[in-house]
């Protein structure tokens, strides 16, 4: 019988033991958001929340209760752009890193 892991799983252990990646994966869901991409934005801030503060430490710093912050970050989510921002700030804050947003010609 093949081990097999669950993928939440996989990606909480990558982010506690690999900073990189998890500054890849809030890189990645920054950059999905500004592209227009907010659903798959929310799934892997999502993941990266699970995999940091957890909702009830993201609840706590938001001032949000976890189930709205859950609500949120759900598939069908829809999170203002204060709560967006908040959420970010949270995690820019549990990993240690800054954002910083460069514009190109397309």
Same mark, same amino acid.
């Given at each position: 019988?093949?081990?097999?892991?669950?993928?939440? /799983?996989? #990606?909480?252990?990558?982010? *506690?033991?690999? %900073?990189?990646? =998890?500054?890849?994966? $809030?890189? /990645?869901? #920054?950059?999905?958001?500004? *592209?227009?991409? %907010?659903?798959? =934005?929310?799934?892997? $801030?999502?993941?990266? #929340?699970?995999?940091?503060?957890?909702?009830?430490?993201?609840?706590?710093?938001?001032?949000?209760?976890?189930?709205?912050?859950?609500?949120?970050?759900?598939?069908?989510?829809?999170?203002?752009?204060?709560?967006?921002?908040?959420?970010?700030?949270?995690?820019?804050?549990?990993?240690?890193?800054?954002?910083?947003?460069?514009?190109?010609?397309?």
């Amino acid at each position: 019988m093949a081990l097999t892991r669950d993928f939440k /799983e996989t #990606v909480v252990s990558r982010v *506690k033991s690999d %900073p990189a990646f =998890a500054q890849a994966l $809030l890189d /990645e869901a #920054v950059n999905l958001f500004l *592209k227009g991409e %907010p659903d798959i =934005a929310r799934l892997v $801030l999502r993941d990266l #929340v699970n995999a940091t503060v957890g909702f009830e430490g993201l609840a706590l710093d938001i001032h949000k209760s976890s189930k709205s912050v859950h609500r949120m970050l759900s598939r069908s989510g829809n999170p203002t752009m204060e709560n967006f921002s908040a959420i970010i700030t949270a995690i820019k804050k549990a990993l240690h890193v800054d954002i910083k947003a460069q514009v190109v010609p397309g």
